[in-house]
C-alpha cells in the first residue's frame, strides 16, 4: 500500500465544534486531496491541492476549510460541524500527471465521523 | 466540471456468470478512466484503468472498453467469484489540468452469489 495514512480513523463530535482531520504521505506525491463517501453520491471531492499551499475547492467544499503547509500533509478542517457533515472521508494522493495523463490516486484507510 | 454517470446501482449475479458495469462522462475531451474497487470497510483501491488512445484494456477476468463516440467506458468481469463482492466505482478526470481531480461515479454494488 501508499504511505498515507489518515487520522484519527473515527471520531464522534457536537455539532458546533470544530474537528480537524489529518492525511499524511510518505510518497513524496504532488496532489493531494479530500473526498467524502456518502450512500448513494459515491466519493465526492471536497477540496483538493496542487502544490505547498496551493490548494482549490471541489464540488462539496461548503463547510471545509484546508491547509497545506508541507507537503506530506494535508489537513481538513470542519470549522463549526453540522450533522450533514458526518460521513466517512478519505485523502487521496498521486503524482499528478504522465505522459499519457493523469497518474492512479490512492486512498488512505478512511476517517469515520460521526456529528451528533 | 466532467459530469460521471453510472449503472446498475446494484447488480447479483451467480458465481462464475460476467458481469458488466457501464458509465458515462461528458467531456469529450477527457483522456484517462480508471475503475476502483472497495471492499466493505476498505479504501477504494484501482483495479484497472483506461487511457483515450485505446479502446480496451486486459487484465486477467477484468477487462474495460472505452467508446470515445458515445462518451462511455464499462467494466467486464468474466469468471465472477466471490470475492469480486464489492462496490466499483469509475471516475473521470477533467479534461485539462486539475491532476487526478477525479469525479466519480456512483458506484456499483456487487454481488456474487454461491
Known amino acids: 500500500d501508499a504511505g498515507i495514512t489518515q487520522s484519527p480513523r473515527h471520531k464522534v463530535t457536537e455539532t458546533g465544534t470544530p474537528v480537524t482531520l489529518r492525511c499524511h504521505q510518505t510518497e513524496n506525491h504532488r496532489y493531494m486531496y479530500w473526498y467524502r463517501q456518502d450512500p448513494g453520491h459515491g466519493l465526492r471531492l471536497i477540496h483538493y491541492?496542487?502544490?505547498?499551499?496551493?490548494?482549490d475547492k471541489g464540488e462539496v467544499s461548503d463547510g471545509y476549510s484546508v491547509s497545506r503547509s508541507k507537503t506530506e500533509d494535508f489537513l481538513l478542517t470542519l470549522e463549526s460541524a453540522t450533522s450533514s457533515q458526518t460521513s466517512v472521508y478519505f485523502c487521496?494522493?498521486?503524482?499528478?500527471?504522465?505522459?499519457?495523463?493523469?497518474?492512479?490516486?490512492?486512498f488512505g484507510q478512511g476517517t469515520r465521523l460521526t456529528v451528533v | 466540471g466532467e459530469n460521471v454517470e453510472q449503472h446498475p446501482s446494484t447488480l447479483s449475479v451467480q458465481e462464475g456468470d460476467s458481469a458488466v458495469i457501464k458509465c458515462t462522462y461528458s467531456d469529450s475531451a477527457s483522456n484517462y478512466f480508471p475503475w476502483y474497487k472497495q471492499e466493505l470497510g476498505k479504501r477504494p483501491q484501482l483495479i484497472i484503468d483506461i487511457r483515450s488512445n485505446v479502446g480496451e484494456k486486459k487484465d486477467q477476468r477484468i477487462a474495460v472498453t472505452l467508446n470515445k463516440t458515445a462518451k462511455h467506458f464499462s467494466l467486464h468481469i468474466t469468471e465472477t467469484q466471490p470475492e469480486d463482492s464489492a462496490v466499483y466505482f469509475c471516475a473521470a478526470p477533467p479534461p485539462r489540468g486539475g491532476g487526478n481531480k477525479l469525479t466519480f461515479g456512483t458506484g456499483t454494488q456487487l454481488k456474487v452469489e454461491l
Open positions: 487521496a494522493i498521486s503524482g499528478g500527471q504522465s505522459a499519457g495523463g493523469p497518474t492512479e490516486a490512492f
Open positions: 491541492s496542487y502544490g505547498v499551499k496551493d490548494t
